[in-house]
């Protein structure tokens, strides 16, 4: 049974910073894509960051660039989403995906979605 399970949310206030991981298991993930999400309440899920298998492709929303960084040590299975000055306007609930192939913006691309972390910035 294939799953990502997420960690590494909280609280924190405004400027400080989390470091969320999602490690996954259940079947071989080379090859795979992998992405961030999040959804606020009362908006929808939205793209945040996504990484090629190796790494070398990476992509940002607009509104993370220069303070989110993606990375993965396929060794563990594991991406981790460095998230540095964050902002009230980070809250959300955040998702990591698997996509078998190359990095996307798209959530409907995805194909294995773990259950999410709570993160909350206080202001």
């Known amino acids: 049974q294939v799953q990502l399970v997420e960690s590494g949310g909280g609280l924190v206030q405004a400027g400080g910073s989390l470091r969320l991981s999602c490690a996954a298991s259940?079947?071989?993930?080379?090859?795979?894509?992998m992405g961030w999400f999040r959804q606020a309440p009362g908006k929808e899920r939205e793209f945040v960051a996504a990484?090629?298998?190796?790494?070398?492709?990476?992509y940002y929303t607009d509104s993370v660039k220069g303070r989110f960084t993606i990375s993965r040590d396929n060794a563990k299975n594991t991406v981790y989403l460095q998230m540095n000055s964050l902002k009230p306007e980070d809250t959300a609930v955040y998702y990591c995906?698997?996509?078998?192939?190359?990095?996307?913006?798209?959530?409907?691309?995805?194909?294995?979605w773990g259950q999410g972390t709570q993160v909350t910035v206080s202001s």
């Open positions: 990484s090629s298998w190796s790494g070398g492709t990476t």
């Open positions: 995906a698997a996509h078998p192939g190359s990095p996307t913006t798209r959530a409907e691309m995805y194909r294995y």
């Open positions: 259940g079947r071989t993930f080379s090859g795979y894509a």
